[in-house]
């Protein structure tokens, strides 16, 4: 039973698919990437990339630990949060503006 419990307790570790996702992302969108871990309710965490070229990907993991450690394992990502360097480094085109607005901006 306790060996159990531990195993429950131990965040998993990233997967070689979000490992090379995020990777690629960086190749792909320039360095430094920085990566900001948000917590997605049961389905775990998010973690949101912004390439040097303010291009946005993400990479969905199952919790926030696991999130961070996929942080930690890329040399070329950088940990970071929301604050205005982060939100000023994104390109949002006016296409994405419109999806993320919902189907009421499209009517």
């Known amino acids: 039973m306790a060996e159990t419990e531990s195993t429950e ?3 998993a570790e990233p997967t070689k698919a979000q490992l090379s ?3 690629a992302f960086a190749a792909e969108h320039g360095t430094p990437t920085r990566a900001v871990v948000e917590r997605i309710g049961s389905m775990g965490a998010r973690v949101v990339l912004v390439g040097a070229d303010g291009a946005m990907g ?3 993991v199952p919790s926030p630990e696991t999130g ?3 942080v930690e394992a890329i040399d070329d990502v950088e940990a970071a949060e929301w604050d205005s360097d ?3 480094s994104t390109a949002i085109g006016a296409e994405h503006r419109r999806r ?3 189907p009421r901006a499209r009517a």
Request: hydrophobic share 55%.
């Open 21 to 23: 996702a995020a990777r």
């Open 9 to 11: 307790n131990t965040p």
């Open 68 to 70: 961070a450690a996929l």
């Open 100 to 102: 993320m607005a919902g």
């Open 58 to 60: 993400d990479v969905v």
């Open 86 to 88: 982060t939100v000023n």
